[in-house]
Protein backbone atom coordinates (compact mmCIF):
# COMPACT_ATOMS: atom_id res chain seq x y z
CA UNK A 1 0.00 0.00 0.00
CA UNK A 2 1.56 3.45 -0.94
CA UNK A 3 0.50 4.42 2.67
CA UNK A 4 2.14 2.67 4.53
CA UNK A 5 5.72 2.66 2.14
CA UNK A 6 5.30 6.49 2.62
CA UNK A 7 5.31 5.88 6.16
CA UNK A 8 7.74 3.47 6.60
CA UNK A 9 9.90 5.88 4.07
CA UNK A 10 9.60 8.62 7.35
CA UNK A 11 11.01 6.30 9.59
CA UNK A 12 13.57 5.31 7.80
CA UNK A 13 14.86 9.22 7.32
CA UNK A 14 14.16 9.83 10.86
CA UNK A 15 16.26 6.60 11.71
CA UNK A 16 19.35 8.05 9.85
CA UNK A 17 18.88 11.61 11.42
CA UNK A 18 18.88 10.67 14.73
CA UNK A 19 22.00 8.72 13.66
CA UNK A 20 23.77 11.59 12.23
CA UNK A 21 22.73 13.47 15.36
CA UNK A 22 24.61 11.46 17.81
CA UNK A 23 27.81 11.01 15.22
CA UNK A 24 28.31 14.85 14.86
CA UNK A 25 27.03 15.65 18.71
CA UNK A 26 29.41 13.11 20.25
CA UNK A 27 32.32 13.96 17.41
CA UNK A 28 32.40 18.13 18.33
CA UNK A 29 32.25 17.15 22.05
CA UNK A 30 35.47 14.60 21.83
CA UNK A 31 37.32 17.78 19.74
CA UNK A 32 36.72 20.23 22.11
CA UNK A 33 39.50 19.32 24.72
CA UNK A 34 41.81 19.70 21.90
CA UNK A 35 41.77 23.49 21.65
CA UNK A 36 40.18 24.52 24.95
CA UNK A 37 42.06 26.55 26.74
CA UNK A 38 45.44 26.18 24.93
CA UNK A 39 46.89 30.25 23.78
CA UNK A 40 48.23 30.60 20.80
CA UNK A 41 51.66 30.59 21.67
CA UNK A 42 51.20 27.57 23.01
CA UNK A 43 50.39 26.44 19.83
CA UNK A 44 54.11 24.58 18.84
CA UNK A 45 54.48 24.15 22.60
CA UNK A 46 55.61 20.34 24.05
CA UNK A 47 52.16 19.59 25.59
CA UNK A 48 50.01 20.49 22.74
CA UNK A 49 49.61 17.19 20.44
CA UNK A 50 49.83 18.38 17.19
CA UNK A 51 48.56 15.75 14.52
CA UNK A 52 50.17 16.97 11.65
CA UNK A 53 53.16 19.17 11.29
CA UNK A 54 51.22 22.04 9.61
CA UNK A 55 49.28 22.61 12.97
CA UNK A 56 52.51 24.00 14.34
CA UNK A 57 51.54 26.94 12.33
CA UNK A 58 53.42 29.50 10.87
CA UNK A 59 56.01 31.55 12.69
CA UNK A 60 54.60 34.54 14.61
CA UNK A 61 54.96 37.70 12.20
CA UNK A 62 55.53 40.20 15.25
CA UNK A 63 56.96 43.68 14.98
CA UNK A 64 60.19 44.84 16.57
CA UNK A 65 60.39 47.76 19.02
CA UNK A 66 59.17 49.04 22.28
CA UNK A 67 55.45 48.75 23.33
CA UNK A 68 53.19 51.47 24.57
CA UNK A 69 51.24 51.42 28.11
CA UNK A 70 48.10 50.25 26.19
CA UNK A 71 44.92 48.14 25.87
CA UNK A 72 41.99 47.08 24.13
CA UNK A 73 39.03 47.52 26.18
CA UNK A 74 35.65 46.23 25.46
CA UNK A 75 32.27 45.92 27.47
CA UNK A 76 30.16 42.68 26.79
CA UNK A 77 27.85 40.60 28.09
CA UNK A 78 28.15 36.82 28.30
CA UNK A 79 25.55 36.79 25.35
CA UNK A 80 27.89 38.98 23.01
CA UNK A 81 30.70 36.12 22.89
CA UNK A 82 29.61 35.26 19.04
CA UNK A 83 29.76 38.75 17.86
CA UNK A 84 33.16 39.68 20.35
CA UNK A 85 34.72 36.88 18.48
CA UNK A 86 34.83 38.43 15.43
CA UNK A 87 35.53 41.91 15.64
CA UNK A 88 38.40 40.28 17.88
CA UNK A 89 39.63 38.27 14.90
CA UNK A 90 39.24 41.58 12.65
CA UNK A 91 41.46 43.29 15.01
CA UNK A 92 43.80 40.61 15.49
CA UNK A 93 44.37 39.62 11.75
CA UNK A 94 44.91 43.41 10.68
CA UNK A 95 47.00 45.02 13.78
CA UNK A 96 47.65 43.24 17.07
CA UNK A 97 48.66 39.71 15.89
CA UNK A 98 51.73 41.85 15.06
CA UNK A 99 51.86 44.07 18.52
CA UNK A 100 49.93 41.65 21.06
CA UNK A 101 48.64 44.11 23.17
CA UNK A 102 46.56 43.18 26.22
CA UNK A 103 42.77 43.21 26.08
CA UNK A 104 40.64 43.85 29.19
CA UNK A 105 36.73 42.75 29.15
CA UNK A 106 34.04 44.44 31.33
CA UNK A 107 30.86 43.33 32.04
CA UNK A 108 27.80 44.26 35.17
CA UNK A 109 27.82 40.17 35.45
CA UNK A 110 31.08 37.55 35.97
CA UNK A 111 32.05 36.57 32.30
CA UNK A 112 31.63 32.67 31.87
CA UNK A 113 33.93 29.99 31.22
CA UNK A 114 33.18 29.66 27.90
CA UNK A 115 33.84 33.47 27.13
CA UNK A 116 36.95 33.56 29.36
CA UNK A 117 38.32 30.33 27.25
CA UNK A 118 37.49 31.52 23.91
CA UNK A 119 38.34 35.30 23.85
CA UNK A 120 41.72 33.98 25.40
CA UNK A 121 42.60 31.40 22.65
CA UNK A 122 41.92 34.19 20.02
CA UNK A 123 43.65 37.44 21.72
CA UNK A 124 47.27 37.46 20.93
CA UNK A 125 48.25 39.63 24.01
CA UNK A 126 46.81 38.98 27.59
CA UNK A 127 43.49 38.88 28.35
CA UNK A 128 41.74 40.33 31.42
CA UNK A 129 38.28 39.84 32.70
CA UNK A 130 36.45 42.40 35.22
CA UNK A 131 33.23 42.79 36.63
CA UNK A 132 31.98 46.25 37.27
CA UNK A 133 31.49 47.38 40.87
CA UNK A 134 27.80 47.63 41.60
CA UNK A 135 28.10 51.42 42.37
CA UNK A 136 29.29 52.03 39.06
CA UNK A 137 26.55 50.42 37.31
CA UNK A 138 23.20 51.28 39.05
CA UNK A 139 20.96 54.56 39.97
CA UNK A 140 22.78 57.41 42.00
CA UNK A 141 20.64 58.31 45.02
CA UNK A 142 19.89 61.64 43.56
CA UNK A 143 17.95 60.47 40.80
CA UNK A 144 14.54 60.09 41.23
CA UNK A 145 13.00 56.97 40.30
CA UNK A 146 9.41 57.41 39.22
CA UNK A 147 10.52 60.71 37.00
CA UNK A 148 13.06 58.00 35.35
CA UNK A 149 10.47 55.59 34.99
CA UNK A 150 7.82 58.10 32.98
CA UNK A 151 10.75 59.22 30.76
CA UNK A 152 11.17 55.55 29.39
CA UNK A 153 7.64 54.98 28.90
CA UNK A 154 7.40 58.39 27.17
CA UNK A 155 10.49 57.24 24.81
CA UNK A 156 8.71 53.93 24.30
CA UNK A 157 5.55 55.39 22.64
CA UNK A 158 7.45 57.75 20.57
CA UNK A 159 9.73 54.68 19.59
CA UNK A 160 13.11 56.26 20.54
CA UNK A 161 16.07 53.69 20.32
CA UNK A 162 16.94 51.43 23.16
CA UNK A 163 14.80 54.64 24.72
CA UNK A 164 13.07 52.18 27.33
CA UNK A 165 16.07 50.31 28.36
CA UNK A 166 17.37 50.77 31.73
CA UNK A 167 20.65 48.79 30.87
CA UNK A 168 21.34 50.50 27.99
CA UNK A 169 21.26 53.95 30.57
CA UNK A 170 23.71 52.15 31.81
CA UNK A 171 25.67 51.15 29.67
CA UNK A 172 25.92 54.91 28.40
CA UNK A 173 26.76 56.14 32.11
CA UNK A 174 29.26 53.61 32.42
CA UNK A 175 31.39 54.33 29.40
CA UNK A 176 31.14 58.16 30.11
CA UNK A 177 32.41 58.18 33.24
CA UNK A 178 33.62 54.86 34.89
CA UNK A 179 35.25 52.04 32.31
CA UNK A 180 38.43 54.29 32.55
CA UNK A 181 38.47 54.04 36.47
CA UNK A 182 38.19 50.06 36.84
CA UNK A 183 40.97 48.78 38.84
CA UNK A 184 41.86 46.53 35.58
CA UNK A 185 42.34 49.40 33.70
CA UNK A 186 44.50 51.65 36.24
CA UNK A 187 47.28 49.85 34.89
CA UNK A 188 47.10 51.57 31.07
CA UNK A 189 47.66 54.91 30.11
CA UNK A 190 46.21 54.12 26.25
CA UNK A 191 42.75 52.31 25.40
CA UNK A 192 41.35 50.82 22.37
CA UNK A 193 37.53 50.60 22.65
CA UNK A 194 36.12 47.87 20.33
CA UNK A 195 32.33 47.13 20.54
CA UNK A 196 31.15 43.76 19.06
CA UNK A 197 30.24 42.75 15.21
CA UNK A 198 32.71 45.22 13.99
CA UNK A 199 34.78 45.05 11.26
CA UNK A 200 38.49 46.44 9.93
CA UNK A 201 38.89 46.39 6.56
CA UNK A 202 42.43 47.33 5.94
CA UNK A 203 46.01 46.07 7.34
CA UNK A 204 47.37 48.39 10.03
CA UNK A 205 50.96 48.28 9.35
CA UNK A 206 52.21 50.61 12.08
CA UNK A 207 51.60 50.71 16.40
CA UNK A 208 48.84 53.07 16.17
CA UNK A 209 49.14 53.65 20.07
CA UNK A 210 52.84 54.87 19.57
CA UNK A 211 51.72 57.13 16.92
CA UNK A 212 49.67 58.67 19.77
CA UNK A 213 52.42 59.44 22.05
CA UNK A 214 54.49 60.15 19.05
CA UNK A 215 52.52 63.13 18.36
CA UNK A 216 50.90 63.98 21.40
CA UNK A 217 47.60 63.03 20.52
CA UNK A 218 44.28 62.41 22.98
CA UNK A 219 41.31 61.03 21.66
CA UNK A 220 40.62 60.03 18.04
CA UNK A 221 37.67 58.68 16.16
CA UNK A 222 37.39 57.04 12.74
CA UNK A 223 33.83 58.38 12.02
CA UNK A 224 31.34 61.03 13.28
CA UNK A 225 28.12 62.20 12.79
CA UNK A 226 24.82 63.94 14.00
CA UNK A 227 23.47 62.48 17.46
CA UNK A 228 19.67 61.93 17.71
CA UNK A 229 18.21 65.23 19.12
CA UNK A 230 15.55 63.38 21.09
CA UNK A 231 18.16 61.49 23.20
CA UNK A 232 19.60 64.76 24.00
CA UNK A 233 17.64 67.90 24.51
CA UNK A 234 19.09 69.35 27.43
CA UNK A 235 22.77 68.01 27.43
CA UNK A 236 24.21 71.61 25.77
CA UNK A 237 22.02 73.45 28.81
CA UNK A 238 24.00 70.87 31.25
CA UNK A 239 27.27 71.51 28.88
CA UNK A 240 27.19 75.25 29.55
CA UNK A 241 26.23 75.44 33.28
CA UNK A 242 29.35 73.64 32.94
CA UNK A 243 31.70 75.20 31.09
CA UNK A 244 29.97 78.18 32.90
CA UNK A 245 31.69 77.23 36.58
CA UNK A 246 34.57 75.59 34.81
CA UNK A 247 36.23 77.81 32.48
CA UNK A 248 39.53 76.66 33.64
CA UNK A 249 39.08 73.24 32.35
CA UNK A 250 38.13 74.73 28.39
CA UNK A 251 41.20 74.63 25.90
CA UNK A 252 42.33 77.84 24.30
CA UNK A 253 42.56 75.97 20.96
CA UNK A 254 39.51 74.14 21.56
CA UNK A 255 37.33 72.80 18.24
CA UNK A 256 33.88 74.21 19.64
CA UNK A 257 33.50 74.93 15.69
CA UNK A 258 33.21 71.74 15.38
CA UNK A 259 30.43 70.79 17.88
CA UNK A 260 28.81 74.28 17.56
CA UNK A 261 27.80 76.88 14.22
CA UNK A 262 27.36 79.96 16.56
CA UNK A 263 29.87 80.04 18.79
CA UNK A 264 28.65 77.90 21.41
CA UNK A 265 25.18 79.02 22.18
CA UNK A 266 23.79 76.07 20.67
CA UNK A 267 24.66 72.11 19.95
CA UNK A 268 24.59 71.24 16.37
CA UNK A 269 24.67 67.39 17.85
CA UNK A 270 28.12 66.43 15.25
CA UNK A 271 29.91 64.29 17.54
CA UNK A 272 32.95 61.73 17.34
CA UNK A 273 31.33 58.02 17.03
CA UNK A 274 32.60 56.33 20.44
CA UNK A 275 32.14 52.83 19.64
CA UNK A 276 35.32 53.14 18.07
CA UNK A 277 38.44 55.38 19.99
CA UNK A 278 41.92 55.41 20.92
CA UNK A 279 42.22 57.83 23.67
CA UNK A 280 44.25 58.42 27.01
CA UNK A 281 42.83 57.11 30.42
CA UNK A 282 44.71 59.83 31.61
CA UNK A 283 43.18 62.58 30.29
CA UNK A 284 39.36 60.95 31.14
CA UNK A 285 40.87 60.77 34.76
CA UNK A 286 42.11 64.23 35.27
CA UNK A 287 40.14 66.98 37.30
CA UNK A 288 38.79 68.54 33.59
CA UNK A 289 36.99 65.15 32.26
CA UNK A 290 36.04 64.33 36.14
CA UNK A 291 34.04 67.53 36.34
CA UNK A 292 32.49 67.36 33.37
CA UNK A 293 30.94 63.66 33.97
CA UNK A 294 30.39 64.49 37.26
CA UNK A 295 27.95 67.69 36.55
CA UNK A 296 26.68 66.04 34.03
CA UNK A 297 25.57 63.50 36.26
CA UNK A 298 23.96 65.57 38.92
CA UNK A 299 22.13 67.04 36.09
CA UNK A 300 20.37 63.36 35.47
CA UNK A 301 20.35 63.14 31.43
CA UNK A 302 21.69 59.78 31.56
CA UNK A 303 18.35 58.79 33.13
CA UNK A 304 16.11 61.31 32.40
CA UNK A 305 16.53 61.65 28.77
CA UNK A 306 18.93 58.97 26.76
CA UNK A 307 22.30 60.80 27.00
CA UNK A 308 25.05 58.65 24.89
CA UNK A 309 28.45 58.27 25.73
CA UNK A 310 29.64 59.51 22.71
CA UNK A 311 28.13 63.07 22.86
CA UNK A 312 29.63 63.16 26.06
CA UNK A 313 33.38 62.26 25.03
CA UNK A 314 32.88 64.12 21.72
CA UNK A 315 32.01 67.63 23.50
CA UNK A 316 34.72 66.85 26.46
CA UNK A 317 37.18 66.54 23.92
CA UNK A 318 36.26 69.17 21.43
CA UNK A 319 36.00 71.71 24.48
CA UNK A 320 39.17 70.38 26.54
CA UNK A 321 41.69 69.23 24.50
CA UNK A 322 43.59 71.89 22.05
CA UNK A 323 42.88 71.01 18.94
CA UNK A 324 45.37 69.06 17.47
CA UNK A 325 45.13 66.43 20.42
CA UNK A 326 42.39 65.00 18.59
CA UNK A 327 43.19 62.76 15.25
CA UNK A 328 41.03 61.28 12.57
CA UNK A 329 42.79 57.46 11.68
CA UNK A 330 41.76 57.34 7.76
CA UNK A 331 43.76 54.30 8.08
CA UNK A 332 41.64 52.64 10.49
CA UNK A 333 39.15 51.85 8.09
CA UNK A 334 36.10 50.46 10.13
CA UNK A 335 32.51 49.19 10.25
CA UNK A 336 30.31 49.72 13.22
CA UNK A 337 26.25 48.62 11.91
CA UNK A 338 25.24 50.69 9.72
CA UNK A 339 28.19 53.07 8.80
CA UNK A 340 32.21 52.25 7.26
CA UNK A 341 34.99 54.51 6.79
CA UNK A 342 36.41 53.06 4.11
CA UNK A 343 39.46 55.42 3.32
CA UNK A 344 39.67 57.29 0.23
CA UNK A 345 41.48 56.86 -2.52
CA UNK A 346 42.59 53.60 -4.50
CA UNK A 347 46.09 53.49 -4.24
CA UNK A 348 45.83 53.55 0.20
CA UNK A 349 43.14 50.93 -0.69
CA UNK A 350 44.81 48.58 -2.83
CA UNK A 351 48.81 48.92 -0.62
CA UNK A 352 46.93 47.90 2.47
CA UNK A 353 44.65 44.96 1.41
CA UNK A 354 41.68 46.87 2.30
CA UNK A 355 38.46 44.81 1.76
CA UNK A 356 35.62 47.51 1.90
CA UNK A 357 33.57 49.11 -0.84
CA UNK A 358 34.24 52.36 -1.08
CA UNK A 359 31.06 52.88 -2.03
CA UNK A 360 30.02 52.62 1.23
CA UNK A 361 32.59 55.26 2.66
CA UNK A 362 30.32 57.32 4.94
CA UNK A 363 33.02 60.08 5.46
CA UNK A 364 31.54 62.98 2.74
CA UNK A 365 27.88 61.77 3.34
CA UNK A 366 26.14 64.69 4.28
CA UNK A 367 25.39 62.91 7.53
CA UNK A 368 28.84 63.43 8.41
CA UNK A 369 30.36 65.50 9.99
CA UNK A 370 34.19 64.40 9.01
CA UNK A 371 33.91 67.46 6.60
CA UNK A 372 33.75 69.90 9.64
CA UNK A 373 36.69 68.50 11.26
CA UNK A 374 38.69 68.72 8.07
CA UNK A 375 37.79 72.20 7.26
CA UNK A 376 38.28 73.77 11.11
CA UNK A 377 41.38 71.63 11.21
CA UNK A 378 42.33 73.26 7.42
CA UNK A 379 43.31 69.09 6.33
CA UNK A 380 43.02 69.40 2.65
CA UNK A 381 40.53 66.57 2.05
CA UNK A 382 41.52 63.31 0.51
CA UNK A 383 41.67 63.49 -3.86
CA UNK A 384 38.70 61.96 -5.42
CA UNK A 385 36.21 62.80 -2.00
CA UNK A 386 34.01 64.55 -4.36
CA UNK A 387 33.11 61.44 -5.83
CA UNK A 388 32.08 59.93 -2.88
CA UNK A 389 29.62 62.97 -1.79
N1 LIG B 1 28.04 43.99 30.23
C1 LIG B 1 27.16 44.66 29.49
N2 LIG B 1 27.54 45.22 28.33
C2 LIG B 1 26.62 45.89 27.60
C3 LIG B 1 25.28 46.02 28.01
N3 LIG B 1 24.60 46.72 27.06
C4 LIG B 1 25.51 47.03 26.12
N4 LIG B 1 26.73 46.52 26.42
C5 LIG B 1 27.98 46.69 25.67
O1 LIG B 1 28.15 48.08 25.48
C6 LIG B 1 28.58 48.38 24.18
C7 LIG B 1 27.54 49.22 23.45
O2 LIG B 1 26.33 48.50 23.35
P1 LIG B 1 25.63 48.23 21.95
O3 LIG B 1 24.48 47.35 22.19
O4 LIG B 1 26.65 47.81 20.94
O5 LIG B 1 25.09 49.70 21.63
P2 LIG B 1 25.11 50.48 20.26
O6 LIG B 1 26.45 50.35 19.61
O7 LIG B 1 24.59 51.85 20.55
O8 LIG B 1 24.00 49.75 19.43
P3 LIG B 1 24.12 48.60 18.32
O9 LIG B 1 23.77 49.32 17.06
O10 LIG B 1 23.10 47.62 18.79
O11 LIG B 1 25.54 48.06 18.33
C8 LIG B 1 28.86 47.04 23.52
O12 LIG B 1 30.23 46.74 23.72
C9 LIG B 1 27.97 46.08 24.28
O13 LIG B 1 28.52 44.79 24.29
C10 LIG B 1 24.88 45.40 29.25
O14 LIG B 1 23.73 45.48 29.69
N5 LIG B 1 25.86 44.75 29.95
C1 LIG C 1 51.05 52.61 32.77
O1 LIG C 1 50.17 53.69 33.05
C2 LIG C 1 49.58 53.67 34.33
C3 LIG C 1 48.61 54.83 34.37
O2 LIG C 1 49.25 56.04 34.07
C4 LIG C 1 50.67 53.75 35.40
O3 LIG C 1 50.09 53.70 36.68
C5 LIG C 1 51.63 52.59 35.22
O4 LIG C 1 52.68 52.70 36.14
C6 LIG C 1 52.18 52.60 33.80
N1 LIG C 1 52.98 51.40 33.60
C7 LIG C 1 54.18 51.44 33.04
C8 LIG C 1 54.87 50.13 32.87
O5 LIG C 1 54.70 52.49 32.69
C1 LIG D 1 25.41 73.96 37.41
O1 LIG D 1 26.67 73.46 37.82
C2 LIG D 1 26.95 73.62 39.19
C3 LIG D 1 28.39 73.16 39.42
O2 LIG D 1 28.63 71.89 38.87
C4 LIG D 1 25.92 72.84 40.01
O3 LIG D 1 26.16 73.02 41.39
C5 LIG D 1 24.53 73.30 39.64
O4 LIG D 1 23.57 72.51 40.32
C6 LIG D 1 24.31 73.22 38.14
N1 LIG D 1 23.03 73.78 37.78
C7 LIG D 1 22.20 73.14 36.96
C8 LIG D 1 20.93 73.86 36.64
O5 LIG D 1 22.45 72.02 36.48
MG1 LIG E 1 27.47 48.56 19.20
Known amino acids: MPGTQRYLRYIVAALICLILLFFFTSSSSY ?6 GSRPQDVSSEHNNAQTPSDKGLPQAVAPGERMNATFVTLARNSDLWDIVKSIRHVEDRFNRKYNYDWVFLNDDDFNDEFKKVTTALVSGNTKYGKIPTEHWSFPDFIDQDRAAKVREEMKEKKIIYGDSISYRHMCRYESGFFFRHSLMLDYEWYWRVEPGIELYCDINYDAFKYMVDNKKKYSFVISLYEY ?10 TKNFTKHFPQHIAKDNSMRFISDDDGETYNHCHFWSNFEIGNLNWLRSDAYMDYFT ?9 YERWG ?8 AALMLNKDEIHFFNDIAYYHVPFTHCPTGE ?3 LEHKCHCNPKENFDWNSYSCTSRYFELNNIPKPQGYEKEQ
Not at 295 to 303: I, P, V
Not at 310 to 315: C, D, E, N, T, Y
Open 295 to 303: SLDHAGGFF
Open 309 to 316: DAPVHSIA
Open 347 to 349: AYR
Open 31 to 36: QTPNWA
Open 229 to 238: VETIPTLWDA
